[in-house]
C-alpha cells in the first residue's frame, strides 16, 4: 500500500465509524408518536360509538376534532422531550414526523368535509382507516420496521370492511376504526417501545 | 508520462475532528451541541471552534436559542456542506482504488493536502 492509500484508507475508516457510531445511536424513534396518535385515535371513536349507539345524540360527528387536540400538544411534547433527551433528530424521524402531520392534516379536512357534505356515516371511517394503515405501512419502510409495515398492511385491509357496514350497521364502523387504530398505531408503538430499549440496555 | 490525475483535496475537511463532526450531521437532520461533543468525543473549546470554522465556510448553519450558560446550539448541515463532503469522499474513494504510479506523483498529493 503506498503513502496516499495508507492516508486515505484512514480518512476513509474515520467516515465509515462515524456514520456507523451515529446510525447505532438512533435511539430516538417514533415510539411517542404511535402511542400520543393511538390512545385518543381509540379513545374517541370509542366515545363516538357509545354517542351514537347509547346516547343517541348526534354531536358524535364532531368529536373526532378531539384526535388533533389531544395529540397535537401531546405530540409536541413528546417530540421536544425526546429531543432534549437525545440531542439530535434523525432524517428518518423528521420524514416520518412529517408525513404523520400530513395524514393528521388530512384526517382533519376529512372529519370536516364529510360532515358538512353529510357523506360521514358512508365514507369517514373507511378513508380514515386506510389512512391510518398507509402511514403506519409508510412509517415500518422508512423505519425498516418489518412488524410496523405487516401492522400497517393488517390495518389498511380491515379499513375496507367498513365499506360493507352501512345503513343502520354504520356506527359499528366506529369499533372497526377503533380495531384499526389498535393494530397500527398501539401495537407498534408498543413493539418499538420495547425494541428500543432492549438495544438501549445492550448498547450501554 | 503519468495520466493520473490527483483530485483536489479539501484543506477544512482535511482535520479529523471537522471531518467528523461533517460525517455525524450528515447522517442526522439535526443535532446539538452537546451530542455532537459526545459522538466526536471532542473537548468544548475544540467543538466550538471547528464548528464555527465550519459555520463561516457555509457549511453548517447553527440555530442558537436561549442565552448565556443555557443556550442552546442546533447544527445543520448545509447544501454546501453535503456536496463538499461528497467530494471530499470520493476524491479519497478515487485515490484508494486507483493505481498511484511512483513516487513523484506521490509527493505531488503530499503538497496537495497540505
Same mark, same amino acid.
Given at each position: 500500500m503506498? %503513502?496516499? &492509500?495508507?492516508? $486515505?484508507h484512514?480518512? @476513509?475508516? =474515520? =467516515? %465509515?465509524?462515524m456514520r456507523g457510531k451515529v446510525m447505532g445511536r438512533n435511539e430516538n424513534s417514533g415510539v411517542n408518536l404511535f402511542m400520543v396518535w393511538g390512545y385518543p385515535t381509540v379513545l374517541v371513536f370509542l366515545l363516538e360509538f357509545a354517542a351514537l349507539m347509547i346516547l343517541q345524540k348526534h354531536w358524535y360527528e364532531w368529536l373526532w376534532v378531539g384526535i388533533p387536540l389531544l395529540g397535537v400538544p401531546l405530540m409536541v411534547h413528546f417530540q421536544r422531550k425526546d429531543y432534549e433527551r437525545t440531542g439530535h433528530r434523525t432524517l428518518d424521524s423528521?420524514? /416520518?414526523? &412529517?408525513?404523520?402531520?400530513? =395524514?393528521? /392534516? /388530512?384526517? /382533519? #379536512? @376529512?372529519g370536516f368535509f364529510t360532515g358538512i357534505a353529510g357523506v360521514y356515516p358512508v365514507c369517514?371511517? #373507511?378513508i380514515q382507516g386506510l389512512l391510518i394503515g398507509m402511514g403506519?405501512? @409508510? $412509517?415500518g419502510i422508512i423505519s425498516r420496521f418489518r412488524p410496523m409495515t405487516t401492522c400497517g398492511i393488517i390495518g389498511s385491509v380491515l379499513s375496507f370492511a367498513c365499506l360493507f357496514l352501512q345503513g343502520d350497521l354504520w356506527p359499528w364502523q366506529f369499533l372497526i376504526v377503533s380495531v384499526i387504530s389498535v393494530i397500527a398505531l398501539i401495537i407498534p408503538g408498543h413493539l418499538i417501545f420495547r425494541?428500543?430499549?432492549? +438495544? %438501549?440496555? +445492550?448498547?450501554? | 508520462m503519468n495520466s493520473f490525475k490527483f483530485p483536489v483535496i479539501n484543506? *477544512? *475537511?482535511h482535520n479529523e475532528l471537522r471531518l467528523k463532526i461533517m460525517v455525524a450531521l450528515d447522517s442526522l437532520e439535526s443535532a446539538n451541541f452537546m451530542y455532537l461533543c459526545e459522538i466526536t468525543d471532542a473537548t468544548r473549546g475544540n467543538l466550538s471552534i471547528q464548528i464555527k470554522t465550519l459555520q463561516e465556510a457555509g457549511y453548517l448553519q447553527v440555530d442558537k436559542s436561549g442565552s448565556g450558560p443555557a443556550a442552546r446550539s442546533v447544527c445543520r448541515i448545509t447544501r454546501k456542506g453535503h456536496d463538499a463532503l461528497l467530494t471530499y469522499e470520493q476524491g479519497l474513494r478515487r485515490l484508494f482504488t486507483e493505481r498511484v504510479p511512483d513516487k513523484e506523483t506521490q509527493q505531488e498529493f503530499k503538497k496537495t493536502i497540505k
Open positions: 503506498t %503513502n496516499s &492509500q495508507e492516508y $486515505t484512514q480518512e @476513509l475508516e =474515520i =467516515i %465509515n465509524r423528521n420524514v /416520518a414526523l &412529517q408525513m404523520w402531520i400530513y =395524514i393528521g /392534516a /388530512a384526517s /382533519a #379536512f @376529512l369517514y371511517c #373507511f403506519s405501512f @409508510l $412509517t425494541y428500543v430499549k432492549q +438495544f %438501549n440496555s +445492550f448498547n450501554s | 484543506p *477544512l *475537511l
